[in-house]
């Protein structure tokens, strides 16, 4: 079983992706994880709202319109109206200063592409976590006892980075999680601009990481009213847990 895992700097934070493979070579997932890494800086290039020349500030300043943008773009964009109507707004990419700004979702997307590009490659284990939100495929490998197990992720308490407060046993899916951890309260309802009161951390389970990615925005905002939206047909497969903003105390479906 040949092993690699890499972690690089991109979006402005950490891209850790772990792979194994019983069946192509070290130097084949050497060229792999080359490949997302391209991609990934690819991603910056296209979506930073940092980058004055990145095609969502040319839509952001108006340079441009979305059909003007490469397919890339356009399916971000469509995928975002997608989870705005499914978090009945309060997951809303247009609703910021300057405009559209998906960053709230793409990470989710990028790493799904992440995932399916390596295993395209010919990796059988699988995991990508782009600063939160997670890819996984074909469950974890265990050197110790060559036994294929699910992945195990935790989420940790917001306000004490030490304790795990629910464990995520998963093989194949996307599993995303929002808060206050790394960037403090930067996540605003849509609604009325400020700082989102809904809770305090929410992680979202399934199997499209775009999806994740949006819902756990989503839930930072709606709080427990969110819990309604998750009997919509289209996220019956997916799951949330939330952390409570002004108690000690959590929710989950």
């Known amino acids: 079983m040949n092993h690699l895992r890499s972690h690089f700097s991109v979006w402005g934070s950490v ?27 690819g991603v910056d290039q296209d979506f930073s709202t940092y980058s004055d020349t990145s095609w969502v500030t040319r839509l952001r ?11 890339s ?15 009945d707004g309060a997951f809303d990419p247009w609703a910021v200063p300057g405009g559209f700004d998906p960053s709230g979702l793409v990470k ?31 469950g974890f490998f265990d050197a110790s006892d060559g036994v294929v197990k699910p992945w195990k992720i935790g989420v940790v308490n917001p306000e004490n980075r030490t304790e795990v407060v629910k464990v995520y046993e998963i093989t194949d899916g996307a599993i995303a999680t929002s808060g206050t951890y790394e960037r403090g309260a930067h996540i605003h309802d849509p609604l009325n601009g400020l700082i989102a009161i809904g809770a305090k951390s929410a992680t979202a389970t399934g199997s499209l990481g775009w999806l994740c990615d949006a819902l756990a925005t989503a839930v930072m905002v709606g709080g427990q009213e969110s819990a309604k939206w998750f009997g919509q047909p289209e996220l019956v497969d997916y799951r949330v847990f939330a952390v409570n903003r002004h108690e000690e105390s959590s929710w989950e479906i």
């Open 15 to 41: 891209v850790d992706v772990d792979i194994a493979s019983g069946s192509v070579s070290a130097a084949d997932l050497d060229m792999a994880m080359q490949s997302v890494k391209e991609f990934c800086l």
């Open 61 to 71: 300043t108006q340079q441009v319109e979305i059909t003007d943008c490469p397919e």
């Open 73 to 87: 773009v356009q399916e971000v964009w469509n995928l975002s109206l997608q989870a705005k109507h499914l978090s």
């Open 108 to 138: 989710g997307w990028a790493a799904d592409i992440c995932a399916e590009l390596l295993v395209g490659a010919g990796a059988e284990h699988v995991q990508v976590n782009a600063a939160g939100d997670l890819a996984l495929r074909g």
